[in-house]
C-alpha cells in the first residue's frame, strides 16, 4: 500500500541525548513536512522540504534540524532533547504542484516522551 | 497570514442524529479547503476539500462540507452519525509562506463524540 512510513512509533528518551526520527515516502511526492501535535495546538509545522536537496523552516523549528537528501527520505532530528519536545510527530508529504490542489499524505507518526 | 478556527473542542451528538463540526478562515484570496480525521493512535486521513464549484462538497465516509464565502466558513456536516465517527477532526487551509511555498494551515481540532 503506497504511503508514509514513520520509525518508530513511539520513543522515551532521556533529556540531552538526540535522536532521529524516520520517514519514507513511496508516492514519488515532491514535498514533505514535519508537524508536531500538541494538545489544544492542533498541528504546527517544524521544517518541510519542496523537493530533493532543499528544505525550509516551518512555525516551531528550533531544536530540530531536517535533510533531504533524496525524493523518498525527511529525516528529524532532535541534536539535544528537552522536555518540551514531548509530543506527537507526524510526517506527511504531497505533491504540491498539483492544481487540484491535493492535500497531504500523513503517517502514522512517532509518539515521543523526553523526560 | 492565513489561519483557522474551529470553535468548538468536542460536539456530542447521539447515534442517527445530524452533526456539524464548525470551521472558520481567514485567507487572502480564493481559498483551497480541507478536512482530515484522526483516529486513536493514527495519522490525519483525507476526508473533503473544496477547491472551486459547487459549495457543498462530498468526501467520504457519507461526510459533506458547506463552504460560504460570506461568512468564510466551511462547516463538516453529516445526515446520520455513527458511533464509528467519533474521533478528531481537523479544518484546513492552503497558504503561502513568505517563501511562496505552499503549506496546509490546520485548526487545533475538535473532538466528535458520538453516543449509542
Known amino acids: 500500500t503506497a504511503g508514509i512510513t514513520q520509525a518508530p512509533t513511539s520513543q522515551i528518551l532521556a533529556a540531552g541525548r538526540s535522536m532521529t526520527l524516520r520517514c519514507t515516502q513511496d508516492m514519488r511526492h515532491n514535498a514533505m513536512y514535519w508537524y508536531r501535535q500538541d494538545l489544544g495546538l492542533g498541528l504546527r509545522l517544524i521544517h518541510y522540504s519542496n523537493t530533493a536537496g532543499t528544505t525550509g523552516k516551518g512555525e516551531v523549528p528550533d531544536g530540530y534540524s531536517v535533510s533531504r537528501a533524496n525524493t523518498d527520505d525527511f529525516p528529524l532530528t532532535l541534536a539535544s532533547a528537552v522536555p518540551s519536545q514531548t509530543s506527537v510527530y507526524f510526517c506527511?508529504?504531497?505533491?504540491?504542484?498539483?492544481?487540484?490542489?491535493?492535500?497531504?499524505?500523513f503517517g502514522s507518526g512517532t509518539r515521543l516522551t523526553v523526560v | 497570514a492565513q489561519s483557522v478556527a474551529q470553535p468548538e473542542d468536542q460536539v456530542n451528538v447521539a447515534e442517527g442524529n445530524p452533526l456539524t463540526v464548525k470551521c472558520t478562515y481567514s485567507v487572502s484570496g480564493n481559498p483551497y479547503l480541507f478536512w482530515y480525521v484522526q483516529y486513536p493512535n493514527r495519522g490525519l486521513q483525507f476526508l473533503l476539500k473544496y477547491i472551486t464549484g459547487d459549495n457543498l462538497v462530498k468526501g467520504s465516509y457519507g461526510f459533506e462540507a458547506e463552504f460560504n464565502k460570506s461568512q468564510t466558513s466551511f462547516h463538516l456536516k453529516k445526515p446520520s452519525a455513527l458511533v464509528s465517527d467519533s474521533a478528531l477532526y481537523f479544518c484546513?487551509?492552503?497558504?503561502?509562506?513568505?517563501?511562496?511555498?505552499?503549506?496546509?494551515?490546520f485548526g487545533t481540532g475538535t473532538r466528535l463524540l458520538v453516543s449509542p
Open positions: 484546513a487551509v492552503r497558504g503561502l509562506m513568505n517563501t511562496g511555498f505552499q503549506k496546509l494551515v
Open positions: 506527511a508529504s504531497s505533491d504540491s504542484t498539483s492544481r487540484t490542489g491535493d492535500g497531504y499524505t
